[in-house]
């Protein structure tokens, strides 16, 4: 049956590789059984609502996995069960991911606090504002003098500060000079704040509860001494992070949970928990069918036209389709992306073979010029070990995607984590090569 242009522009959007799912979307698949029976309602959600005191948590996965669909799942389960849940992307307004301190998330924070509770008091934190706002007004933020705004104007501001830290460059680190000093003294107003928010929850509310998403992306930042932004951000700076009189999950890079850092985290936070990847392939390199059932099951309901046939009204072949959700690793954004540039080699349905294949080629070049010449062999060792070592290079490869974390229950019923190169990379010729001198290398120590 012949498709219109409407159809194909409707699933072409339908396929947006970079908005989470809202909480009750039709769209959402549950992928729990292929991901190590991961649940956060469960592994977040318990802890939240049983907890006496003030939990802080740390979630993780690779950056595109969908963490943040299931933090929005998160959200809305915890609304139902008596918490009033702040949720902010914080990369969105007021981080830069590429250049992000503890001051920035501070900061940030303290603006969707202060927007999200609307019934508290302000005056703590535009009390904090104010006193430094000779210093800050210098930055171009405004002229006009504090005390003659509104509180309505005056909250704009601490809004206008925030987002300057992430749109302007040159401004972010005289910012950050200005604030540093004064981080104490900022978490105390704001959790002066967070306290009248509280008493000023509704009958049916009990818990507060701030969720700080995207913090997983920011990017690595070697500092002296062998520190790093990191280990500045979430081991120096944990006790302030954790300072919040509320419940609190912060996002964090997934390097930084396998590096030798890993059980300084856990002594402050407790266990991380880690989003792994749909399982679309065993340990031994078959395909797993459960696992590719969720991935097409993801693809049908994007679609979300039952009436019509996934092969051959979409797909022109069972076998084009079932190479796409391969190549896609179980990564759900890389899903999305092999599927949106494949509908953009076509002028009408179905989506061919060719197609397919065009999408994939772009995404491996990708890779290709991701990966250093230095690399290649760490990748090879890791396809064939199924383990990464502790070691940085290892970590940049998790945190660039070039492999995937996955987990499986063994014969013993044990969760098992397990490693893999991402799909993609594999028929990439330098990485051929290096599986190639592996093999001969561990063939002459025999």
Known sequence: MPMSQDLLTQIYNSFDPFEPLPAGDPAYVDCAE?????????????????????????????????????????????????????????????????????????????????EGLKDADPKPILGWLGDRWNDLKDLALTEISFDNLSIEAQITQFAKLTASIRAIPSERQKIRDKVNPHTITLLNALNEFIEDAKQKLPKDKTHLVAIADNLDRISLIQKEHGHTNYDEIFLDRAQQLQGLNCHVIYTIPISMVYSSRASDLRDIYGDPQILPMVMVQTPEGETDEVGTAKIIEIITKRIQRPEISLVPDIFASKEGLQ????????????????????????????????????????????????????????????????????????????????????????????????????????????????????????????
């Open 34 to 114: 292929v991901r190590g029976d991961t649940n956060i309602l469960v592994d977040l959600g318990n802890k939240l609502l049983r907890s006496q005191r003030m939990v802080c948590q740390l979630y993780t996965g690779h950056r595109g996995g969908g963490k943040s669909t299931e933090l929005l799942r998160l959200k809305d389960h915890l609304e139902k069960n008596g918490c009033v849940v702040v949720y902010f992307a914080a990369d969105e307004d007021d981080i830069d991911p590429e250049d992000a301190e503890y001051t920035d998330i501070l900061l940030s924070c303290t603006r969707h606090l202060l």
């Open 323 to 446: 190479r796409l959700c391969l190549m896609s690793g179980g990564h759900v954004r890389n899903l999305m992306l092999l599927v949106r540039s494949a509908i953009d080699y076509i002028d009408a349905l179905p989506i061919t073979d060719r197609a397919i294949q065009r999408s994939i080629t772009q995404a491996r070049d990708t890779f290709r010029r991701t990966v250093e010449q230095e690399e290649w062999q760490l990748l090879a060792k890791v396809s064939h070990d199924k383990q990464i070592d502790n070691a940085e290079d290892y970590r940049k490869l998790l945190f660039n995607r070039c492999v995937l974390h996955y987990v499986y229950f063994d014969d013993d019923g044990e969760l098992q984590p397990w490693y893999d190169v991402h799909p993609l990379i594999k028929s990439i010729q330098q990485f051929k090569d290096a599986v190639e001198n592996l093999r001969q290398d561990k063939t002459e120590q025999q």
